[in-house]
């Protein structure tokens, strides 16, 4: 048994849940704050047996690993013409931290 | 020492707290959405020495364990009487997910 | 690696991310309350190379130490005045209780 926890973006956080249920696997979503990642993000708690883990780690890789995303130039509103780009930039989003723990025991009741 | 991570629902939350106190235990709460239980949910943490792991166990299993509930009926509020059910009906509440974590170090400062 | 969990005052929470910051460590924080210390509280989580636990810990120590502080009277509001210490008094404030655990796997994706 071991104790998976992942800190991903808030903005890939319902798109892990999703592909956790679909895979069958329960977590447990805790809010938290910066640090491991810049923007506001979630932690997960995922409880799973040893043979599963490489799967669901791979889950969070592919809906949380960090990207390269275009985003469209916002219009300056009034002045300050100058830093604006007139056209779409490149900005890393996702990205994903996350620490497999032993589990000594583990009960449902 | 050990580390217990405890997912209760939030309804059991307050007597597991009290349980906990009066024993002369210290908890740390997270609060905690869906996963391993289906209703809100609050994460307990849990510092113990290993010989009374067990003790704390048990007063989670005793004030979070799944069990049946009667429900009252409620009254049908306009149409959709069809769906009315007139007598209380069972429906499961409570259990609790957890996990027992080694601890390596541990310090109060 | 290991993961260290440190719950730690509301009050000292953002002087310690500062220092960590500071140090070159990152952390996430969860929003906690009660339990191992009276007030308000912030469980921090904080991954690290085993060398860099001591280091870690003493970061940890230097801004959350418990310790006692001169609190300045507060004048009684209307009666009750019999209650009323006009000295600063002194109350204990501060204090973390940390965990650290053994990490088997640790990935950024
Ligand atoms: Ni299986
Ligand atoms: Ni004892
Ligand atoms: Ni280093």
Excluded: W
């Amino acid at each position: 048994m071991k104790l998976i926890i992942a800190v991903v973006q808030d903005k890939d956080s319902n798109r892990l849940s999703e592909a956790l249920v679909k895979a069958n696997y329960r977590a447990t979503k805790l809010a938290s704050t910066g640090g491991f990642l810049k923007a506001g993000n979630t932690t997960f708690l995922i409880g799973t047996e040893d043979e599963h883990v490489e799967e669901v780690m791979s889950i969070i890789k592919d809906n949380c690993k960090s990207r390269d995303q275009l985003v469209a130039p916002i219009s300056p509103m009034g002045g300050n013409a100058d830093s604006y780009v007139p056209y779409p930039v490149e900005v890393q989003v996702g990205g994903a931290t996350v620490f497999v723990l032993p589990v000594e025991q583990f009960e449902q009741y």
